[in-house]
């Protein structure tokens, strides 16, 4: 993997984490990676780590093995028509654009590439996202090298291409979820006597390590929640609590409405 030159177009939030987690994880040299945006000094953060930084997509497609499209879904087709003359036939082509299915970019290209769809989520940039991804006209062996680079960069699985919309909201969205709720028990945290710092501190290393368990021992969540609630306990008093208030249905909701927006734009 080292020696694959990567282009990735648009250096965004999501485009700059995904560059970040690529070098940080050792997967290719910082050297073989290109970030474009039009104003330079927005990425300047990037060409300090030693990333080529330009503006030009165009140039920064030519050579490359694999190109990801890190923009808007509305910019896809114009950014396509820009370097799709530019982009070798072997190329991977790995879009991040929620809505854009494989059969747009084949469309927009006008002809046969290895394309992908992936939704990583911000965690990218510390080797901790979760990435679904859908695939045409791949081959095996470029399945297997789009797996390991985001593998790279956290877990990764290959997914029908129907469920992607379906993926943007569990994993791409579902941190922002997670991330709330965070914040809410850092505010109850600070109501029952802690400061705000540590209550974010006992907060978030508690979310961790729910995930980790449920990771690493392949439980389900109830299994864990029961080693935990006792007869007439204060765990279980509060849980009723805020299932009484709404919470596993106010989250579903919210899966459902995000799930909605993605469909109908």
């Keep these: 993997m080292n020696n694959k ?22 997967i ?12 330079l000094k927005l990425i300047q953060n990037l060409s300090d780590l030693g990333i080529n930084t330009i503006s030009d997509n165009s140039e920064a497609v030519s050579g490359a093995d694999i190109i990801f499209l890190a923009v808007k879904p509305y910019q896809v087709e114009s950014i396509i028509t820009e370097i799709k ?9 790995i879009s991040l654009a929620t809505g854009v299915s494989t059969a747009d970019l084949q469309n927009y290209f006008d002809k046969q590439l290895a394309l992908f769809l992936a939704m ?12 679904c991804i859908a695939a045409l006209n791949a081959s095996e062996e470029q ?25 943007t909201v569990l994993a791409a969205c579902g941190i922002a979820y997670a991330l709330r709720f965070v914040r809410a028990a850092t505010q109850g945290g600070i109501e029952i006597g802690f400061g705000s710092d540590l209550a974010l501190k006992i907060a978030a290393q508690t979310v961790k390590g729910a995930a980790e368990l ?3 021992s392949g439980t389900h969540p109830e299994q864990e929640i029961d080693k935990v609630t006792t007869p007439r306990g204060v765990t279980i008093s509060g849980l009723n609590e805020m299932e009484h208030q709404g919470f596993s249905s106010s989250l579903i909701k919210g899966l459902i409405t995000s799930f909605n927006k993605v469909q109908n734009g």
């Design 85 to 93: 003359d530019a982009v070798s036939s072997d190329a991977i082509i």
């Design 5 to 26: 030159k990567i282009a990735i177009i648009g250096g965004g939030n999501l485009g700059q984490a995904i560059a970040k987690g690529l070098v940080a994880s050792e």
């Design 143 to 167: 399945e297997q090298l789009v797996l390991t680079l985001f593998n790279q960069v956290g877990q990764a699985l290959i997914i029908p291409e129907e469920l992607m919309s379906s993926a």
């Design 28 to 39: 290719i040299e910082a050297a073989n990676l290109t970030v474009t945006r039009r104003r």
């Design 120 to 131: 990583p989520n911000t965690a990218v940039a510390i080797g901790e996202s979760m990435t």
């Design 214 to 216: 449920l990771i690493q």
